[in-house]
């Protein structure tokens, strides 16, 4: 049975077929992840908390003073991409008749002690940013929810390969994560992410269920 | 205390500028879900000028998914063939050097896994056009540079121009897993020409024709 996008979001699919060369494109693909999303609600609202969380570090990293000139042009940029990301999301859940869910409680931690802490944390949450939208992209069916959020995944990568250019990486593993991009499941991206929630409630609780 | 309710806890947003209020609004444009939505957006997506211009694409099939492949694969057999010469120029060396050689590797991997992806699906591969740069592309650090920003952003744009019209979703997950990187070559591309490496919130998007069109002049 050939798997197609319809027939995948509706859950149809009884088994993952073996997607030969498709495999040795993308072998990491979490396909045994069906049950990660009911809805193009529950992706958005998922993808709204990793969008809170980027626009709050980066409005608190910006303001900390630790850096300037073409670093801080950059970084304000992708300060205001992660504000629209927010804007944009929490719009689209309301025209899909959802409820956005709240933003959390976050503690950065010292990532704002150093420039280089700052940029180092900032790597890892866009290169997280991408995986979590790659992991999340199959499980969309509204499609222009998908145009959307593909959207948002590349200019994650752009921030990702930037900032790992500004902290001077090497270039294959940390401004490109190979050839082609690695999808993360959900739990795995909340694992992530789970340092930077203030508290087991954040999202574990409540506000988070719904993701 | 770093603890801090971001926002107040609540699920509002103020502009820091008009310009990002503006770009939100031309976003949301974007996203036009709902019912009866099967279009999708061409050129860029961000501009309010084109957001009007839907196209009506095919259903997304099997063969539709052969023939976005094929294409893609067009792209990457210019783009691996381009890179190669370009890195083979020696007119790059240090870190832009380091920068861009890996640039090179990732387009022929995308050549030989959308070639094998084809051929698995029991398509046939395009053969690679033979391809023509203006001169001094490759003995012009700044030409190579400037063309190959060029590229890349067509390549993302190319790509995101084929997401709703895919129809196998791990087509989709092994395209976008593809885009992405170009994201990131487009990005630094940008950084090092001088250009700018975060153009738009949301990726553009532009369908088949206007790509090919703007590939066409380095096809011989």
């Known amino acids: 049975m050939q798997i197609t996008r319809k027939n995948f979001i509706r859950g149809d699919v009884a088994a993952v077929p073996p997607g030969v060369a498709v495999g040795a494109l993308n072998n990491r693909f979490r396909w045994a992840k069906a049950a990660d999303f009911d809805s193009d609600v529950d992706v958005l609202n998922y993808a709204l908390t990793l969008e809170y969380l980027e626009a709050e570090f980066y409005r608190q990293g910006n303001s900390a003073g630790l850096v300037s000139g073409k670093e801080m042009q950059y970084l304000d940029a992708v300060q205001s991409d992660e504000e629209s990301h927010v804007a944009t999301i929490m719009a689209t859940v309301k025209k899909l008749g959802g409820q956005p869910v709240a933003a959390p409680a976050v503690d950065f931690g010292d990532a704002f002690s150093s420039r280089e802490k700052y940029l180092t944390t900032s790597h890892v949450f866009e290169n997280t940013g991408v995986q979590a939208y790659l992991g999340a992209a199959g499980f969309i069916s509204d499609t222009a929810v998908l145009q959307a959020a593909a959207g948002i995944f590349g200019v994650e990568a752009r921030h990702a390969a930037i900032v790992g250019n500004l902290l001077g990486l090497e270039p294959e593993g940390g401004v490109y994560m190979g050839a082609t991009e690695t999808p993360l499941s959900q739990a795995q991206v909340l694992d992530a992410v789970t340092p930077f929630l203030a508290g087991a409630s954040a999202m574990g609780g409540d506000a988070a269920v719904t993701l | ?220």
Do not use: C, W
Not at chain 2, 29 to 38: E, H, I, R, S
Not at chain 2, 123 to 135: E, I, L, M, N, T
């Open chain 2, 1 to 220: 205390m770093n603890q801090t309710q971001i926002f107040d806890g609540q699920p509002v947003l103020s502009f820091r500028s008009e310009h990002d209020r503006r770009s939100f609004l031309r976003s949301a444009l974007l996203v036009g879900v709902g019912a009866g939505f099967v279009g999708y957006y061409a050129g860029d997506p961000t501009s309010a000028s084109s957001a009007n211009a839907l196209g009506t694409p095919a259903a997304p099939s099997a063969k539709g998914d052969l023939e976005i492949l094929n294409y893609a694969l067009t792209l990457e057999y210019l783009e691996s063939d381009f890179y190669k010469q370009g890195v083979d120029g020696g007119v790059l060396s240090g870190r832009e050097l380091d920068l861009v050689t890996p640039i090179s590797e990732h387009e022929a991997a995308h050549v030989t896994a959308l070639t094998d992806t084809i051929k698995s699906l029991g398509g046939k591969p395009v053969a690679s056009p033979k391809f023509q740069y203006p001169q001094g592309t490759f003995t012009n650090r700044t030409k190579f540079l400037t063309t190959a920003s060029v590229f890349e952003e067509l390549g993302v744009k190319a790509y995101h121009g084929q997401v709703t019209l895919i129809d196998s979703v791990d087509i989709l997950a092994a395209a976008a897993s593809i885009a992405g990187v170009e994201s990131r070559h487009a990005a630094i591309l940008a950084d090092l020409t001088g250009g700018e490496p975060f153009p738009s919130p949301i990726e553009a998007n532009l369908p088949m024709a206007a790509v090919l069109k703007a590939a066409k002049p380095f096809i011989a």
